[in-house]
């Protein structure tokens, strides 16, 4: 199990479709405990495969009193309601935005023995479940946000990046955010 780098915007693999995994092997445990690592120590309630610049179908949530949930190969069968609420993204730091999700899901995927799971959520861990199945398909939630106000955020990004350059950002547990 090990720390893992996170990708930032402008890292061409969060742009990328994540494949589909073929099973559950020790490959993808380590995988999967890599990312709760990462994420522990980086404050966060979810984290994709893409963020640590693995294109797999590989995601985790973890939201208080609501569990947490491997999501391998994950398919969302319904989605119900609306709710809209603030998002940020340990692969955008600071940047946050209200999004519009469904105010339930229900998923399918397997988890880290290969069994296939059904998972009903609503709520933060629904907002959370949507946010990370996003993110196997290469959007971000500045994707899902008006164009004028992406355009700001953009903008402020550019400002909070500048004299870095790269896309690999090292965890260090202090760091926070409030969504992976
Ligand atoms: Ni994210």
Not at 91 to 114: K, M, N, Q, W
Request: proline share 3%; glycine share 10%.
């Amino acid at each position: 199990m090990s720390l893992r780098q996170l990708h930032l915007l402008g890292s061409p693999v969060l742009r990328q479709r994540a494949h589909e995994v073929a099973g559950v092997d020790d490959g993808v445990r380590a995988l999967v405990a890599d990312l709760f690592e990462t994420m522990r120590a980086a404050n966060g309630v979810g984290l994709a495969s893409n963020q640590i610049g693995v294109a797999r179908r590989v995601a985790i949530v973890s939201v208080q009193d609501q569990g947490e949930h491997v999501l391998v190969n994950p398919v969302i069968l319904e989605t119900d309601g609306r709710q809209v609420g603030e998002e940020g993204c340990l692969s955008i730091p600071e940047i946050f935005a209200d999004v519009d999700r469904a105010e339930r899901v229900v998923v399918e995927a397997l988890d880290e023995s290969g069994a296939r799971r059904r998972i009903e959520a609503s709520g933060m861990l629904a907002r959370a479940i949507q946010h990370e199945i996003d993110h196997l398909d290469g959007i971000l939630f500045l994707d899902r946000v008006g164009p004028l106000k992406r355009r700001r955020l953009l903008a402020d990004w550019k400002k909070s990046r500048k004299g870095e350059d790269g896309y690999l950002k090292d965890v260090v547990p202090e760091d926070s955010a409030k969504l992976g």
